[in-house]
């Protein structure tokens, strides 16, 4: 058993040939960024390390060159320790954030040989290597993580001799959909803003005997819906992992690029709006409820029969631009619709679409010791460690794991794995008991 004096001493500093460190953000924001960005700087700082805080993510480092120089204060800012003032439980991003994506252009390991496909990623490293960084921490999604691969493995290219900058990445997405860590920093946050939200929505749907039907974030799985869904005591909560059996049809469709035929897995969106109106009949006839919220994950955009969503527009990621689909809308409109159908007469239904007011609420207490264990795993992982192309993650009572970049991301494709919510998982279940039982 350690002794008082020992239990009570921070960790030894450890001899480091790293003397700058970057941090970096990308993607959209998550409630605790400022604790992972504030821990991960303070770690190096008080080892004597410096910390540059790069602004806005890629953007400003993809149009570094002999006239574009990156310039202090714009493109990049010192962190110290007066910047640190109470900002582990602030809201928003203190380096702001950017989509820009340097690895765009390479879906395949040859294309890092290609200096055309990997000029971007060239200019990143050019940048960083021109303000004396010496290692790179980014902060993201998956597709900041595909990013954070490329680099890597871009830098094996490099000529012998050459400077290599370690990069370790920490996890972050409120969708909570990445392999390789159970919960990551800001999901707890998201729920709970958006549970209260539909918690409000039940009151006015009571009152004025009616219903809501609530688009939330959740791009590619179900996991901030059903957390919303269970938190908020909604009716009904559907994503994409739902559709399967008979809600699911396929469709022949024509590939824009090749032109050839191809089939992709779509919903059959009656039988999906059906399922909506039998828990709102369920609800009225058998429980004496004429109101309720039922919670759609933006994902189920991507499984619209392709009329729905033809000529929409996609990202630099290739992600379809949900926001210009109102997908809470285009349900309620169907709903209703059917809803009249089946019973002679109308109820009110309207159509919501929540999450971005989520991404920078103020971080609940798990948020912000998640966060700051990530921050200081950034610093435990490139110092004490001295690892390269890892992925911190965390288990058990906030113990510290390193995962490899090749464990995470397809080493041919150079795409990442969704984690979905598992169908017969006890989550996924536990909305099944709480939800309206249809049976």
Request: glycine share 8%; with cysteine.
């Amino acid at each position: 058993m350690s002794s008082p004096s020992s239990s009570l001493s921070r960790p030894p500093q450890t001899e480091s040939n790293i003397r700058k460190v970057a941090i970096l953000f990308a993607g959209g924001p998550a409630p605790a960024a400022n604790a992972v960005i504030s821990t991960a700087a303070v770690s190096f700082l008080r080892n004597n390390i410096e910390v540059v805080g790069v602004k806005y993510g890629y953007s400003n480092l993809m149009e570094y060159g002999p006239d574009r120089p990156l310039k202090e204060g714009i493109d990049y800012i010192q962190i110290t320790h007066e910047r640190l003032k109470r900002t582990r439980n602030s809201q928003g991003i203190l380096i702001g954030t950017a989509r820009a994506n340097p690895g765009k252009n390479v879906s395949h390991p040859d294309h890092l040989k290609d200096p055309e496909r990997s000029a971007p990623l060239r200019t990143v490293y050019d940048a960083l290597c021109s303000i004396g960084v010496d290692a790179l921490i980014s902060i993201g999604g998956d597709d900041t993580l595909k990013t954070a691969n490329k680099f890597q493995r871009f830098q094996d290219g490099l000529p012998s001799g050459s400077k290599r900058i370690p990069v370790v990445h920490l996890p972050k997405t409120i969708d909570n959909d990445y392999m390789g860590i159970d919960f990551t920093f800001g999901y707890f946050t998201a729920v709970e803003f958006l549970a209260n939200e539909i918690r409000n929505l039940l009151a006015d749907a009571e009152s004025s005997r009616s219903y809501y039907i609530c688009e939330t974030m959740g791009r590619s799985a179900g996991w901030l819906a059903y957390g919303a869904a269970i938190a908020g005591e909604a009716s009904l909560v559907i994503s994409v992992e739902d559709i399967t059996g008979k809600y699911e049809a396929r469709e022949e469709t024509k590939c824009p690029h090749s032109g050839a035929t191809v089939s992709r897995k779509v919903m059959d969106l009656d039988e999906v709006v059906k399922r909506i109106v039998a828990t709102m009949r369920v609800r009225e006839e058998s429980e004496g409820k004429q109101y309720g919220v039922v919670v759609l994950a933006e994902g189920l955009a991507e499984y619209l029969p392709y009329k729905h969503i033809e000529g929409v527009p996609r990202d630099e990621h290739g992600h379809i631009a949900i926001s210009k689909l109102n997908l809470s809308r285009f349900f309620a409109e169907r709903v209703a619709k059917e809803y009249k159908q089946q019973k002679g007469c109308s109820r009110k239904i309207t159509g919501l679409t929540l999450g971005y007011e989520s991404r920078c609420a103020k971080p609940q207490a798990f948020d912000v010791m998640l966060g700051s264990q990530l921050g200081v795993g950034s610093y435990r992982a490139l110092v004490e460690k001295r690892l390269d192309g890892v992925m911190v993650s965390i288990s058990g009572q906030l113990d510290l794991e390193y995962v490899p970049f090749e464990k995470l991301v397809d080493s041919e494709t150079l795409v990442t794995v969704v984690r979905y919510i598992g169908a017969d998982s006890d989550f996924h279940r536990l909305a099944r008991f709480l939800e309206t039982y249809v049976g």
